[in-house]
């Protein structure tokens, strides 16, 4: 009955804008932390941005000043900005909710390239 459903993913130029968004249901959601994780291709997957229930953030090192976390608790939803993508940004992303990330998505494809 959990289910998080990621949207937003799709082709986009260097330096170009995506928003993921992530709409969760099943749980309390405002009791949960979120968050974004990210594999690319032959990669492991690895954090890119969480968000606790009070609203604070952590990024990786290679997105910090580039993504921004957001969630919306009225709507049950976790949202990701991505500006100034790379073409290292290109990875299957998956939203996540619980501090040992009990629940996750299917994920949504990114791919930066020209």
């Known amino acids: 009955q959990v289910q998080l459903v990621e949207s937003g993913g799709g082709l986009v130029q260097p330096g170009g804008s995506l928003r993921l968004s992530c709409a969760a249901s099943?749980?309390?959601?405002?009791?949960?932390?979120m968050g974004w994780y990210r594999q690319a291709p032959g990669k492991q997957r690895e954090l890119v941005a969480r968000?606790?229930?009070?609203?604070?953030?952590n990024y990786a090192d290679s997105v910090k000043g580039r993504f921004t976390i957001s969630r919306d608790n009225a709507k049950n939803t976790v949202a990701l900005q991505m500006n100034s993508l790379k073409p290292e940004d290109t990875a299957v992303y998956y939203c996540?909710?619980?501090?040992?990330?009990?629940?996750w998505g299917q994920g949504t494809q990114v791919t930066v390239s020209s």
């Open positions: 968000i606790t229930r009070d609203d604070r953030t």
């Open positions: 996540t909710a619980g501090l040992g990330n009990t629940y």
């Open positions: 099943g749980i309390i959601f405002s009791a949960y932390a």
